[in-house]
């Protein structure tokens, strides 16, 4: 008899756990307080498929860029200390990741998952049978754009580090750059440079998150919509069920095993039965408005080093992402932040949009303080975790949903990872 899991979140990370475990054979369901999936971190993203960015925000520079950055309004950056335990204990271990020895131990994790991760999303697609007009998917690759010439001359050596990963990644001029991206014309007299990763892609992650859902559906996954998780349900070292209300009726669902995919409310539910996940809410934007003259959108996806702006093209609407704010787990948005990015758009990328026409969005990225997620198994023998993406949880899902799936058939994940718990 296959065992039953119950697969608690059904944002991308939630998704791709449910179809690696039901392609090995576990009787899947899904539970989600939402009404369909990938409508909270997963909804508006920056949509970039990232390999080519393997580095976490925990590195040696953080701590001086984020200085250089405090108090400015425009900053990519903004934290407002306040009287909270979690948010300094938190700050404290991502300034123990910004170690250069923790940075490129991390840095190897996260680029060895990576480059699995494109490869089980490529194959994912094909066995569930989504098509790339699903989710507005391109492989073009990504061109990280840099404003400063110190900045761009600093980041050559990236070139080397990322093809001892296996990654490609082109250096190239800013003429170069403006050649393999004509939509670059108006700003390439002030670009100093760019790095080209040609093998990354973008994508919608809720689009890919619904197209999969249905696909699961048809494979026997059941969804259990508009169902808010009150408590994981501990005793004897395991965990028996789950507590779920629906509207004002409390049911428990019990299962061999639970998988926590919950992003930064999985803290929350983990703390009372002493799983302690130092997951934290980075807030970041993005604005999405349709794409008015297709010739000066850009073909392939872009990210402005010197803003930590990123720049997708889905289908017929461009997809602009950026920014972090740790003083704040609110959903509100911050009208400022998405007028920065609409003059980031006239700036770089001047009569793309329809600026009269702009949906903006916040969401809250799932932090890990090294930017490694939790992939593994909890102190409670049949709970497992997949979470805690932070700024890539788009990129890593299918790979990590993979190395978590062989972990709970008793197998060795093909990528060298450190397994949590393990
Ligand atoms: C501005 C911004 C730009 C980004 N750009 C990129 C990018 O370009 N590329 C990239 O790779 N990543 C990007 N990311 C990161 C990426 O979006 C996240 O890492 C990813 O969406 C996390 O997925 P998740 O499934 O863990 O979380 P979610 O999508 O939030 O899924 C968690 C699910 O759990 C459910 N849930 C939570 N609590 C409960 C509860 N108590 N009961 C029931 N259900 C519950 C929620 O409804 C939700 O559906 C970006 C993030 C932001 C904010």
Redesign the pocket.
Known sequence: MSKKVIV????????TTAWFLRQAGFEVSV????ES??????????????VSHPEPWANPSAPWVALRWLGRADAPLKWQPRFDWAQWQWIARFLRECLPWRTRRNTAAIAALAVHSLSELRRLRQAAGIAEEAYDARARGILHLFFERASFRQAQTRVGELAHFGIELRSLTAEQCAQTEPALAACVSRLAGGLYAPHDE?GD?MRF?QALAEALAANGVRFHYG????RLCASGGRIGGID?RRANAVETLSADAFVV??????R??LRPIGENVPIFP?????MTAPIRDAACAPQM?LTDESRRI?C?RLGNRLRV???AELNDDSLTIDPARIAAMQEWVELRLPGAIDPGNVTP??????MMPGGVPVIGRGHHANLWFN???????????CGSASVLAALMRGERPVVQFPVWGG
């Open positions: 608690l979140g059904a944002g991308i990370t939630g998704v539970v989600d307080r939402q999936p990938a409508q909270e971190t997963s909804f508006a993203n920056g949509g970039q498929v990232s973008s992650a998150s169902a808010h998780i009150e779920i995919c919950l992003a930064s409310d999985g929350r539910l980075l807030k970041g934007y993005s996806s990123v997708s992402a950026g920014t969005w916040a969401g809250l990225r799932p979470t805690g993406h932070g700024t890539l949880g788009w990129t890593l899902s």
